[in-house]
């Protein structure tokens, strides 16, 4: 076995994991490197796969395909396949996909190592290959959720929240650190409960931040998908207090009207929403949050997607996305909601919902205009350096197109000056 692809499907909280084998695979002596072409030549292809929606599964398994016609052609040698749709369908995905060598879920995905290389691998292994920009690392503080909201799975396959401790995370930023790494992106499927599970059982975010943003070298920390019921608020004051923690939050609220939020199993109804953003708002002015909402679950009908309407109106979120309730096998909704609401009311009420945030969206990129920013600069395109502000995670949201009137190096910081912009872009200059 000299070469391994892998594929890494869905989030980011996967790709960590995939950076964590492939290191793994490498301290064997095995050539390994991230691929987006399961028919790429190989002596194995590695597919880490996502089970969290539909599109997503049926992504997984066309990739699972691909690879499948390659080694037909005898371009790939093995097949390998583990993450979140091979753990939530361990059994019946081997008798229907045959043409897999091996199968691993979640978490023993450790084994992937033995099976390419006969040897025993180090599941307590932290080190990463890191295959972002250099600048830039998502870190995994939990796994898990124990919030079982009615319309997902991720506690299906995930299981409970598992936080890990704030040494080891510690140790891996300052590892990161010692390679470059200035900006991280704090991931978990449940940020608002880590260290619940933990000796003390108390919310334990906020001083993990904190701790992290102390630690020298670390020059962003951006916070990653918040559950809004019991969101301990220190951590608004933790943000508002380091410079280097960036006044951004991702927290997805899904909807705003009670009988709906009732139905999804959110612990949380639409009054505290409100009062949860503005006292978020009030203590760190400038935030931008990004949130997720949803349209067409049970209990939605048109009077509740009006509230919603004006509830985006109201809240003006920075960054925002939507998407349509699809039921997924085995969760609380599948089990005890019809799911009623016709595909094309759901398409139209999307539709509306994202046209109205792409209005808000160009309102508030137009504010921009005339400030001096501080920007990272990811990369170099023929006409632009691309870069990002505090408010701007990688690949999500909107970017800063920087004239080329003078020489960038890419992985480091610069001011610009907001020249021009659109719904999703700015346009800047450097200063």
């Given at each position: ?53 539909g ?29 979140c ?93 010692d ?31 904190d ?11 951006r ?63 400038g ?50 909601f ?54 701007d995670?990688?690949?999500?949201d ?22 021009s ?9 450097a200063?």
């Open positions: 076995m000299k070469r391994v692809n892998i594929i890494s499907l869905g989030c980011f909280k996967n790709l960590v994991d995939t950076e964590r084998l492939m290191a793994m695979l490498a301290k064997e002596g095995i050539e390994v490197r991230i691929s987006e072409d399961p028919t790429e030549k190989a002596d194995a292809v590695v597919i880490n796969t996502c089970g969290f929606i599109d997503a599964k049926e992504e997984s398994i066309n990739t699972i395909l691909a690879a499948a016609e390659a080694k037909k052609r005898r371009r790939v040698g093995k097949i390998m396949v583990f993450g749709l091979s753990e939530r369908y361990a059994k019946e995905l081997p008798a229907e996909l045959p043409e897999v060598d091996a199968w691993c879920g979640k978490f023993n995905w450790p084994d992937i190592v033995t099976l390419l290389t006969g040897k025993q691998a180090d599941a307590a292994c932290a080190d990463r290959i890191i295959t972002t920009p250099p600048h830039q690392a998502y870190l995994k503080i939990a796994e898990g959720c124990d919030r079982f909201c009615a319309f997902c799975a991720i506690p299906l396959i995930t299981g409970r929240m598992r936080s890990r401790t704030p040494e080891e995370l510690e140790n891996e930023v300052r590892r990161l650190v390679r470059g790494v200035k900006e991280f992106n704090v991931v978990a499927q449940d940020l608002t409960s880590y260290g619940r599970d933990l000796p003390g059982k108390e919310y334990q975010l906020p001083k993990l931040i701790r992290l943003a102390g630690i020298p070298g670390v020059e962003w920390l916070l990653h998908y918040a559950y809004p019921a019991d969101f301990p608020m220190e951590v608004m004051d933790v943000m508002a207090s380091h410079s280097n923690v960036c006044n951004y939050l991702d927290i997805a609220l899904q909807h705003i009207s009670d009988p709906v939020l009732k139905n999804m199993r959110r612990h949380i109804d639409g009054a505290r929403t409100r009062e949860l953003i503005a006292e978020m708002r009030r203590r760190v002015p935030l931008h949050l990004r949130t997720t909402l949803m349209v067409g679950f049970p209990g939605e009908g048109d009077r509740e997607f009006e509230e919603l309407m004006a509830f985006a109106r109201e809240a003006r979120f920075e960054r925002m996305g939507a998407f349509a309730y699809c039921e997924e096998d085995d969760t609380f909704a599948a089990k005890n019809t799911d009623a609401t016709p595909e094309e009311v759901k398409q139209a009420r999307l539709d509306a919902l994202m046209a109205l945030q792409e209005e808000i969206s160009a309102e508030i990129q137009a504010e921009k205009v005339g400030r001096n920013l501080r920007v990272m600069v990811d990369r170099e395109e023929p006409e632009f350096y691309i870069g990002r502000t505090e408010w995670s990688p690949e999500v909107p970017e800063v197109l920087i004239t080329k009137d003078k020489p960038l190096t890419i992985g480091n910081f610069t001011d610009v000056n907001i020249t912009a659109t719904a999703f872009d700015l346009m800047a200059k200063l």
